[in-house]
């Protein structure tokens, strides 16, 4: 094998085969609807803190046990804050973390990209689908 056709050493930048790769495993951890969707509420949100009645209300769809499951893996992850008003019910804030805002952009060129180019996703699932019934 010549230098430039090697496979990428393991752990090497860009390499998604490999599991300790850096946008792999980011992937793994936003790549859901959810987590997506409530960065972008959560981006949004005026004030900056949400509570949890709030967030699920603008996350159309979203179950509380699913939205409580994101907002977890978000905080064990570093990219929401989460405050407890110590009143009875106890009362849930979320904000996101500076590490969580500069997720934003990315996320924004990812939906840009989307509205650009899902109409042409679309007609090819369809070619292909008439492709497989003939």
Not at 2 to 16: E, I, M
Not at 28 to 54: C, N, Y
Not at 71 to 82: A, K, P, S
Request: proline share 8%.
């Amino acid at each position: 094998m010549t230098p430039s056709s090697q496979p990428p050493a393991p752990g090497r930048r860009g390499d998604l085969f490999d599991p300790e790769c850096p946008t792999r495993r980011l992937l793994d951890r936003i790549g859901t609807k959810w987590t997506s969707m409530a960065i972008k509420v959560l981006a949004e949100a005026d004030p900056q803190e949400v509570r949890f009645a709030e967030l699920q209300r603008r996350m159309t769809g979203v179950s509380q046990k699913m939205l409580s499951v994101t907002l977890q893996n978000m905080t064990r992850d570093g990219l929401v804050h989460r405050r407890v008003e110590a009143t009875v019910p106890p009362r849930v804030h979320y904000r996101l973390t500076p590490l969580g805002l500069t997720l934003e952009e990315p996320l924004a060129r990812l939906r840009a990209w989307a509205e650009e180019h899902m109409a042409e996703v679309d007609r090819a699932n369809e070619q292909h689908a008439q492709e497989q019934t003939a």
